[in-house]
């Protein structure tokens, strides 16, 4: 599904990636771990499509097509979805707007006819169980005024209505409390189908307990520097990340 | 005024009367200039009684006393009065075969507003069938509405029917005297809207343009006066929402209300004059006196209005809140783009006791456009306990526009509260981004983002025009930013 090759990025003329390489397959979850500051979050902006990270090298192959030659919108009616480490407030726009307005441009780029209202609230309704959030949030202006947790499980919300195939989630479970992380990891699994596929962007290992992954990668000054199984997530809760430091000291 | 003079103009009028008034006004058309004699063709053309003559001749010799105001911050070349023809009769726009020869953009926006395909031909002067009959429409409408006894109709026709209602609020809330363009429009005015909702009686439907696209061209200087009774209720839509070219520069109009005891109006205007090319040629200068009086107890007057159009825009919809317990609003969305330059806002005059005035203005500005806000509270030194609530929020898009805000106080009443706040904020990259993360251009961003912004304005306006109201602004918007 996604081929990441070779991968070099530029913020403000820092180079931050520095070659990575990534194959996501459907049906799998990856998830990405690493300490702050490691290029995490730039990683997964850069595959939504973000401007000010530039790309100076490689490739990034989603079904095929290059997604890099891509503007953000069009990878995300492709099915590229991230949730975003920090959500943006969007002022007097309502999550249910803002929610018939993607599915739709969605929708039409796979030339299906726009939802009806109908079947649409009545879907986003169900939907909302899922990630157990309060229908009030439906008519509020998004992630205005919204705690920390309620803005991470509207973002799984989103994906939830949207549907992506390959779903970034960046932090999602910082600053969540145990119950609330254990309802944002069960609505992801829930989502998870054979035909799509999961990157898990994460700092602690702690969600890893409720969202299984098939592989770890470690990221470490712009490079993926260990992968594995889910017992390298173990192993690095109990070394912590000063293990991956000493033992790769060439970074 | 001679004696003969006056017996000659009481003679043409008669005679004009008799003759009819379309079939005449479709022959007759002034030359260019402005004078005593031109006021007195029109009037006498127009059939008009004396008392109206007399009316304009006063604004007249008024007008000739005033100079052009330069106080509002836009800028645009010397006006010749001279030059214009302050009437002609009803254009007939060229005549098209069929819609595939009109202009490709006009139509697009045509296909972007919803316009059904009967109205875009009749908009843009395609020779139209049996299907689409104004005028019966207008007619079906009227009757409906007299028999509650509300009169609606157009400024002439009051004129002549209902004269003492005319002669009695005429001027009562904007004066001949007022201002430099109210004075001219009191002088040369064409024609316009009447409402008169008698007393306890709610106008069952909102009153908008059906029978006015009958006056379309007539609107350079539109005169309306609408009077609401003690305890009436209405609300009446100004303006056409769809991108109707126009020849007239100078567009300088006069809106009176009245509101009596227990009454209300609600007024709201969606403007899309044509703002003239990206250079800013050819774009309608909109000089525009809209005042209104709440006379009564317990009246109440509400503006909206949603400004996109017009080169440049000069507007203050004011109330006077004269009336104990009376309240005032104002609601407002003004966006500029390209060249465009606006100065909006409002009056709010507290002459009563308990009276409530609240300001909500929106003012977006994008491309290389001026955005000002101008705003007035005042309160009457016996307006005891008078409340006003004002918000001005600015929004940029870009970095070459401009958004000013110029509120100004004056409290004779120390019992008054007065509440005033204001923002400038531009749209974030990281909010355009995060649309654009689910699936939504940029343009559609903007949109979004845009009519959330104007949200509280919105939700003012009467559902259909509301809906309207956000297709304009994304239109109005397109190609600002990216
Ligand atoms: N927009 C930006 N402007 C400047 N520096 C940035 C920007 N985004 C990321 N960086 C820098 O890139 C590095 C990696 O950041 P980030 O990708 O956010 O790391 P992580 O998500 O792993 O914590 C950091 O040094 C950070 O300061
Ligand atoms: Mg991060």
Redesign the pocket.
């Given at each position: 599904m996604l081929e990441i090759k070779n991968l070099h990025v530029k913020?403000?003329g820092?180079e931050?990636l520095k070659g990575i390489n990534l194959t996501v397959n459907a049906g799998e979850v990856h998830a990405i771990m690493?300490?702050?500051?490691?290029?995490?979050?730039?990683?997964?902006?850069t595959l939504a499509g973000k401007t000010?990270?530039e790309v100076t090298n490689g490739e990034a192959l989603f079904e095929g097509k290059n997604l890099l030659d891509l503007s953000p919108e069009v990878r995300a009616r492709e099915g590229v979805f991230l949730a975003f480490?920090y959500p943006i407030e969007l002022p007097g726009v309502s999550n249910t707007n803002l929610l018939k307005t993607a599915l739709n441009e969605i929708r039409k780029y796979r030339g299906l006819e726009a939802i009806d209202t109908m079947e649409f609230l009545s879907m986003i309704k169900s939907k909302m169980k899922l990630v157990e959030l309060e229908q009030s949030l439906l008519s509020r202006a998004v992630n205005e005024g919204f705690s920390g947790g309620e803005k991470k499980r509207n973002e799984i919300f989103q994906m939830a209505v949207l549907e992506p195939k390959l779903a970034i989630l960046?932090?999602t479970d910082s600053g969540l409390d145990i119950d609330a992380l254990r309802i944002v990891a069960n609505g992801v699994n829930k989502l998870k189908t054979k035909d799509n596929a999961t990157i898990v962007?994460t700092?602690y290992q702690r969600l890893l307990d409720y969202i299984i992954p098939d592989f770890v990668h470690v990221?470490y000054k712009?490079k993926i520097v260990m992968s594995g199984g889910k017992e390298l997530a173990l192993e690095l809760e109990d070394k912590g990340y000063d293990w991956v430091k000493e033992d790769i000291p060439q970074v | 005024m001679s004696s003969t003079e006056v017996s000659t103009i009481e003679e043409l009028a008669n005679k004009e009367y008799k003759f009819g008034f379309v079939t005449d006004i479709e022959a007759e058309s002034l030359p260019i200039g402005l004078n005593e004699e031109t006021i007195k063709k029109l009037s006498s053309i127009k059939g008009e009684p004396e008392f109206m003559l007399e009316w304009r001749l006063k604004a007249y010799r008024h007008w000739l006393t005033l100079t052009e105001p330069h106080w509002a911050n836009v800028h645009y070349p010397k006006i010749n009065y001279q030059a214009i023809s302050y009437y002609s009769a009803p254009k007939k726009k060229p005549q098209l075969n069929s819609l595939d020869e009109l202009d490709p953009e006009l139509r697009k926006t045509f296909e972007k507003l919803g316009i059904s395909l009967d109205e875009q031909k009749r908009l843009s002067g395609v020779a139209v069938d049996a299907v689409f009959d104004s005028v019966s429409v207008a007619t079906t409408f009227r009757e409906k509405l007299s028999e509650l006894g509300i009169i609606f109709c157009s400024f002439s026709e009051a004129v002549k029917n209902h004269p003492d209602l005319v002669k009695k609020y005429l001027g009562s809330v904007v004066p001949h005297t007022d201002n430099f363009f109210a004075s001219l429009n009191s002088a040369v005015f064409s024609d316009g809207s009447f409402v008169y909702i008698p007393k306890g009686v709610r106008c069952p439907m909102e009153l908008s343009t059906y029978f006015r696209m009958n006056a379309a061209n007539t609107g350079q200087f539109e005169r309306t006066l609408i009077i609401a009774d003690e305890g009436a209720y209405v609300s009446y839509l100004e303006g056409c929402t769809a991108p109707q070219r126009d020849e007239n520069q100078l567009h300088a109009a006069v809106v009176e209300l009245i509101a009596l005891d227990n009454a209300q109006i609600k007024y709201s205007t969606v403007q899309n004059w044509y703002a003239g090319d990206k250079d800013g040629k050819g774009g309608i200068y909109n000089f525009v006196t809209k005042r209104g009086a709440c006379r009564g107890v317990n009246s109440k007057i509400s503006w909206t209005q949603v400004e996109t159009g017009s080169a440049i825009t000069w507007k203050y919809p004011s109330c006077i809140l004269q009336g104990d317990n009376s309240i005032g609003e104002f609601y407002s969305v003004a966006v500029t783009n390209n060249l465009q330059q606006a100065d909006t806002g409002t009056k709010m005059i507290h002459l009563g006791r308990n009276t409530r005035s609240t300001i909500i203005s929106k003012g977006i500005s994008a491309g290389r456009s001026n955005n000002s806000y101008r705003g007035q509270v005042k309160v009457a030194r016996r307006a005891e306990n008078a409340r006003n609530f004002s918000q001005c929020d600015s929004l940029l898009l870009g970095d070459k526009c401009g958004a000013h805000t110029f509120p100004y106080l004056e409290i004779n009443n120390p019992s008054a509260q007065v509440e005033h706040e204001a923002t400038t904020s531009k749209i974030g990259e990281d909010q355009i981004f995060y649309l654009n993360q689910r699936g939504i251009s940029t343009e559609d961003a903007i949109g979004l983002i845009v009519n959330g912004y104007c949200k509280e304005v919105f939700k003012e306006l009467p559902m259909e025009f509301a809906v309207e109201a956000q297709k304009l602004l994304s239109i109005s918007l397109e190609g600002s930013v990216g």
């Open positions: 913020v403000e820092k931050i690493g300490p702050n500051g490691s290029g995490k979050s730039t990683l997964a902006q000010e990270y480490q960046d932090e962007v700092h990221l712009g | -």
